[in-house]
């Protein structure tokens, strides 16, 4: 049993690794962001992500010119390095999200499979 | 700027240092990213700071290397792209997929150059053929001269536009070539295959 909950437990932090890209261009997508505030709109989500994670996906986003940056001081005693989504980010974010809508329809379909099999069986 | 926890101080001297390979503007502005955000935390009155984030070491990897890759496919130059995917390469068949197209690169570089050369040498830059020897590009020097004596240069000025149709195909593939390889790398990357 113990071995099952690790494997699911592994595998759930595959899928937001893979999904963490999509999930930060949405939330970009509503207005700029800095990363804290991105760790925290994720956790509250209930998506969860390890803290460091945000840093080095947004640093390639920036490399990839899907976002761009901006140093803003609110007088907090420490400036903060705001996101906002570029044009290319949005084409982005619109792709994505058109696969991961076919890809869960796809999956909703063979698991609503499943459930009727097992149900019928009951 | 208020001081953060040694600890902190620490943390993000080491990730500085470890991110040399980096240009020294982006440098600074990670760290002083980090560093916002670790000052952020201590002013929630938040402790062990830095423990997310793992030893500094690793973490500066983390950047290192997606971005050589993701920078260098958006610049499209061939040179960053395998400098990339060679420093990244962990397994011997990565390096060597690299080193062929570097070899092929050099191919079709040298064959544009002949097409640059032959109206320059028209007599040493072609294909030789005749006497059962055959040879192709650029023969300068008494060895060659030796080497290919009894043969005779066939293609005259169509080896200006064949080198350079030749050159420009070669360069062509193994460029398409080095950014297929890339791609995959950063999907393996991202999906946290390698990890």
Same mark, same amino acid.
């Given at each position: 049993?113990?071995?099952?909950?690790?494997?699911?437990?592994?595998?759930?932090?595959?899928?937001?690794? &893979?999904?963490? /890209?999509?999930?930060?261009?949405? @939330? +970009?997508? $509503?207005? %700029?962001?800095?990363?804290?505030?991105?760790?925290?709109?994720?956790?509250?989500?209930?998506? &969860?992500?390890? /803290?460091?994670?945000?840093?080095? @996906? +947004?640093? $390639?986003? %920036?490399?990839?010119?899907?976002?761009?940056?901006?140093?803003?001081?609110?007088?907090?005693?420490?400036?903060?390095?705001?996101?906002?989504?570029?044009?290319?980010?949005?084409?982005?974010?619109?792709?994505?999200?058109?696969?991961?809508?076919?890809?869960?329809?796809?999956?909703?379909?063979?698991?609503?499979?499943?459930?009727?099999?097992?149900?019928?069986?009951? | 700027?208020?001081?953060?926890?040694?600890?902190?101080?620490?943390?993000?001297?080491?990730?500085?240092?470890?991110?040399?390979?980096?240009?020294?503007?982006?440098?600074?502005?990670?760290?002083?990213?980090?560093?916002?955000?670790?000052?952020?935390?201590?002013?929630?009155?938040?402790?062990?700071?830095?423990?997310?984030?793992?030893?500094?070491?690793?973490?500066?990897?983390?950047?290192?290397?997606?971005?050589?890759?993701?920078?260098?496919?958006?610049?499209?130059?061939?040179?960053?792209?395998?400098?990339?995917?060679?420093?990244?390469?962990?397994?011997?068949?990565?390096?060597?997929?690299?080193?062929?197209?570097?070899?092929?690169?050099?191919?079709?570089?040298?064959?544009?150059?002949?097409?640059?050369?032959?109206?320059?040498?028209?007599?040493?830059?072609?294909?030789?053929?005749?006497?059962?020897?055959?040879?192709?590009?650029?023969?300068?020097?008494?060895?060659?001269?030796?080497?290919?004596?009894?043969?005779?240069?066939?293609?005259?000025?169509?080896?200006?536009?064949?080198?350079?149709?030749?050159?420009?195909?070669?360069?062509?593939?193994?460029?398409?070539?080095?950014?297929?390889?890339?791609?995959?790398?950063?999907?393996?990357?991202?999906?946290?295959?390698?990890?």
């Amino acid at each position: 049993m113990h071995d099952i909950e690790q494997e699911a437990l592994a595998w759930r932090s595959q899928l937001r690794k &893979g999904t963490l /890209e999509l999930a930060v261009l949405l @939330l +970009l997508r $509503r207005g %700029r962001r800095y990363g804290l505030q991105l760790v925290d709109e994720l956790n509250a989500s209930g998506f &969860g992500v390890a /803290e460091g994670s945000i840093y080095p @996906l +947004l640093s $390639r986003m %920036r490399a990839e010119r899907k976002v761009e940056t901006e140093w803003v001081d609110p007088g907090a005693g420490h400036a903060r390095k705001y996101y906002r989504l570029s044009k290319r980010g949005e084409e982005s974010c619109a792709a994505m999200l058109d696969a991961w809508r076919g890809f869960k329809s796809a999956f909703e379909r063979i698991a609503g499979g499943t459930d009727a099999r097992a149900s019928n069986r009951g | 700027m208020r001081a953060l926890p040694t600890e902190a101080e620490q943390f993000l001297r080491k990730l500085s240092a470890a991110l040399a390979g980096l240009p020294s503007a982006d440098r600074d502005d990670i760290v002083a990213e980090i560093r916002s955000h670790l000052a952020e935390r201590a002013a929630r009155g938040e402790a062990d700071l830095v423990a997310p984030f793992g030893p500094p070491e690793a973490y500066a990897a983390s950047f290192l290397q997606e971005r050589a890759l993701a920078g260098a496919l958006a610049r499209g130059s061939s040179w960053a792209l395998g400098r990339a995917l060679a420093s990244g390469a962990r397994r011997a068949g990565g390096w060597y997929a690299v080193l062929v197209l570097a070899i092929l690169h050099l191919y079709g570089i040298g064959l544009v150059a002949m097409a640059a050369l032959k109206p320059l040498f028209p007599a040493n830059v072609g294909m030789f053929v005749g006497d059962g020897k055959f040879g192709l590009g650029a023969h300068f020097g008494p060895e060659a001269e030796y080497k290919y004596s009894g043969t005779r240069e066939v293609l005259g000025w169509w080896a200006i536009p064949i080198f350079l149709v030749a050159g420009a195909l070669i360069l062509h593939a193994a460029n398409w070539a080095l950014r297929h390889l890339a791609r995959r790398r950063l999907v393996q990357l991202r999906s946290g295959l390698w990890a």
